[in-house]
Each structure stands twice: as structure tokens, then as C-alpha cells.
């Protein structure tokens, strides 16, 4: 009821920053609960399509098997660069070593852009909600002893209701911001595992395709 008389007793600066508020909460939940079905599936597919690439018996072989196990497209954008590129291009000019080094840069660039994809947002929404409470409250303090001074009757019965509903708006901020802090380091500690593991195969891979064409 607080709130309800909060949002209804409120201006248009208050009302916004309610809103604000809502639209921050939204957001950051779906990202929180699209990141936490992502990153578990993907640390669950980057070891099984890593190590069907270790068993297969040649590079084909091995893409295929990947494909097969890599359903958010994580490890295989790193097998399909080792392919050969075009010659008589800038990108196929140099030693074949360097020209895998940059080519699986890119792609682990590519895939950990997708891995961190949301968390910007959680960041924004982890450090900024608490000041857009703090905002809400003290606008909604102000209206509100503004209000209680128009009317000229002023005492601690009459104060105590509107600064106690307007110091509602602080606790939205820390209850939006808290989700949005958590998820991030969270998923931040995921990723970082992700990563890890993709940076050791894509290091594996550059040796494997060296080797295979130096001996070939």
C-alpha cells in the first residue's frame, strides 16, 4: 500500500523515477536468467566439443563433431578459422603461424564478445539504481514537506507518513541494484572460466594446424 500511495501521491519527476526504476529491475532480471541458462550450457558444451575435437581422427572429422555438440556456436568459429585464406589478401600474407595467431584472436574476440554480451547492463544497472533511489527519495521528501508546509500544519504525525513512504524509493534502488551486483561477478567468474578454457584451445588448435601443415 505504501508504494501504491508513494506512486499515486507522487509528480511527474517521482513517477519517472519509479519507473526508471521498474524498467532497470526488468531488464536486469532478463539478463540474469538469460546469462545463468547461456553460460550453463556453454561451460557444459566447450569441454564435450573440446573433447570430441581431441578424438576425432582428422581436422573434417573434428569439425563435424564439434558442430555436433556446440549448439551456441562457441568452439567452432575457432576451428573454422584455421582454414586457408584467400591468397593474393592482406589476411593470407606472412608466416602461416602468424596468420593462425590473428585469425583465432579474432574468433576468441567474437566469442567472448557473445560471452559477455548483458554485462555492461548489469554493471550500469548495479552501480546507478541506488542513485536513482536516492534521487527518487529525496524528490519525494521534498514534495512532500513542501505539501505538508502549504498546508501550515505541520508535526511529526503528518511528516513522518510522506518521508517514510519517499524513503521507499531508496530501498527499490539497493533491491534493483543487489540482483544486478551479484549476477555480474557471478557471471564474471563463469566467463573467466569459459574463457580460460577457450584460450588453452585455441592455443592447442594454432600448434595442431602448425604441425599438421609443416609435416604434410
Do not use: C
Not at 539504481?129 to 498546508?151: D, E, R, S
Amino acid at each position: 500500500m505504501g508504494v501504491m500511495q508513494l506512486f499515486g501521491q507522487a509528480d511527474a519527476i517521482g513517477r519517472t523515477v519509479a519507473l526508471l526504476l521498474l524498467v532497470m529491475s526488468v531488464a536486469s532480471w532478463v539478463v540474469i536468467l538469460w546469462k545463468a541458462w547461456l553460460l550453463r550450457r556453454a561451460a557444459g558444451d566447450v569441454g564435450r566439443s573440446t573433447a570430441a575435437f581431441w578424438q576425432a581422427a582428422s581436422l573434417d572429422d573434428a569439425r563435424a563433431r564439434v558442430a555436433g555438440f556446440d549448439r551456441d556456436t562457441l568452439v567452432l568459429p575457432l576451428v573454422d578459422a584455421t582454414r586457408a585464406q584467400p591468397e593474393g589478401s592482406l589476411a593470407a600474407a606472412g608466416d602461416r603461424s602468424q596468420q593462425l595467431t590473428r585469425v583465432l584472436r579474432d574468433a576468441l574476440h567474437g566469442v567472448l564478445d557473445k560471452l559477455q554480451f548483458g554485462q555492461v547492463l548489469l554493471a550500469t544497472v548495479g552501480s546507478t539504481a541506488p542513485f536513482v533511489g536516492l534521487l527518487g527519495t529525496v524528490w519525494g521528501i521534498y514534495h512532500a514537506l513542501t505539501g505538508i508546509a502549504a498546508a501550515g500544519q505541520i508535526s511529526i504525525d503528518k511528516v513522518a507518513g510522506p518521508v517514510g513512504e519517499a524513503l521507499i524509493m531508496t530501498a527499490a534502488g539497493l533491491a534493483v541494484a543487489i540482483p544486478a551486483v551479484l549476477g555480474y561477478n557471478v557471471f564474471g567468474r563463469r566467463i573467466g572460466r569459459i574463457e580460460a578454457d577457450l584460450e588453452g584451445f585455441a592455443r592447442d588448435l594454432r600448434e595442431l594446424v602448425v604441425h599438421h601443415q609443416q609435416g604434410a
